[in-house]
């Protein structure tokens, strides 16, 4: 079946019979790209302001932490919020307002005069934004694909990473001749780009070819309903289309009799009921958040996985560069390991996307090869002593952590988890239990190492964290398997009672009278 694309203006849905893998959807990829730049890349590259605000407003370095540990936490722990507001209002809405929200957020915080100011204008509101302009945005770009949309997932969320190189050094740059201040303020009018691209997410309707032609057939006269039964003492007669048995007995169907009688009401009164009866059934309402994705073990084993696996995606990036100066490693070479783990995540993003795409394959298990490598990689941190050992690890740790980070969410969308039907409601639930881990990671971390006095004992902790979750990764396929094998007796019984409803369904006397036909004709045959 060839895609079929509606040509529509540019602010109505675009609709197709099957998922295009392609079409409009490579502009919401670009979109994405940019939304992922403008959200996770500056979450990652605000780091450049951290000595400025520690010095502007006295506090500690923890108390500044505050601000992106906040801003991370609102960020997932609204996700459900986002999936309500944009099955309510539509993903463009809901992405152009978060938009607004990030924007408002960050240059409100230019003009902070303490760091709690700080914690509402960029943790809270700006927080909100972020949550409103990505999460639509990767849901939106999952229904437009099917076969590429592994990979192209995955080459569209290397915004972020492109973003770290970009952004840091300019921001750096910026600083030096305007002051952080006016920096800040320029971050959040560049951050207004976010409407631009929330404005590009036309929405997308699959609607099957057999329906469109159903739909496209004009309706059909009452006199040829499925059945037409009238009763003989009001001289009409008992046509059947479906059967092809007719019986006439009307006298308007002999020949000499042209005497026209009115019909008695009630068989009209029938006929409407029948054709009522054929009419397609009212579309069921949209569900805001459906929550029924908690009763699926599948999901509930991915949501651990989720939990316990966040614990490893922020804490290694925060401390890679005290573990290096620790080990007497130099500033600047501090930052190129943190530079190569960054080029690594991109090329692992790419790869995910690439193997992904193969079919046919069992996408949940290549996930679980990726999270068991990236334990690897994380419990091999505290045995480098050396700049060229530690830039292997992060080398390896970067290119991995690309291979989780760009497919976990997308990975809902299958239907080992809960399939691309569900994956609105799934993304902001699994996102929400999510936000627990992102809050509680880097300062668990911290606590390890203030406790033990060791960089090494905080990328055991992440380590701990992803062997947790790559257990609960392996269930999910099992607990999918069981599910279906215990709704199949139940599936064959519904369809027997099927059966046996459609058949009670027939009327009784057109029933009879095609017996009566058949052994009329069997006497018939007999006699002769």
Known sequence: MTVKAVKMPCTTPNVYTKVPDGGWGWTVAFAFFFVEALTYGIIKSFGVFFNDLMDSFDETNSRISW????????????????????????????????????????????????????????????????????????????????????????VASTGECFAVFSFAPAITALKEQIGWRYSLLSVGVLQLSIVVCGSLLRPIVIKEQAEEEVKAQPPEEPTETKYMLENEQTRTSIESIDSGVEITTSPRNVPGNTKAEPKSEEPKEHAQTLVGNNSPPPEPKTKLLDFSVMRDSSFICYAFFGLFATLGFFAPSLYIIPLSRSLGISKDHSAYILSAMAIAEVFGRISAGWVLNKKPIRKIYIELICVVLLSVALFAFPFASEFWGLMTCSIFFGFMLGTVAGTHIPLLAEDDVVG?????????????????????????????????????????????????????LSLVRPCKAGLCHRQQPGAEEGAAEGMAEGTQDLPEDFIEMDIGKADNSGKGCLKS
């Open 67 to 154: 601000i992106i540990s906040i801003c991370v936490f609102v960020q997932t722990f609204t996700a459900p919020l986002s999936t309500v507001l944009s099955n309510r209002f539509g993903h463009r809405f809901v992405v152009m307002a978060g938009g607004v929200l990030v924007s408002t957020g960050m240059v409100t915080a230019s003009f902070a005069r303490t760091v709690a100011d700080m914690y509402v204008t960029i943790g809270l509101v700006s927080g909100l934004g972020y949550c409103l302009s990505f999460l639509p945005t990767v849901t939106i770009l999952s229904q437009y694909f099917d076969k590429r949309r592994s990979l192209v997932t995955a």
């Open 420 to 472: 691309i039907a569900k994956m609105s409601s799934a993304a902001g639930v699994y996102v929400f239990i999510q936000s627990l881990a992102g809050l509680a990671g880097p300062p668990l971390a911290g606590v390890l190492v203030d406790k033990t006095q060791n960089y090494s004992s905080a990328f055991y902790s992440c380590a701990a964290g992803m062997v947790l979750g790559a257990v609960f």
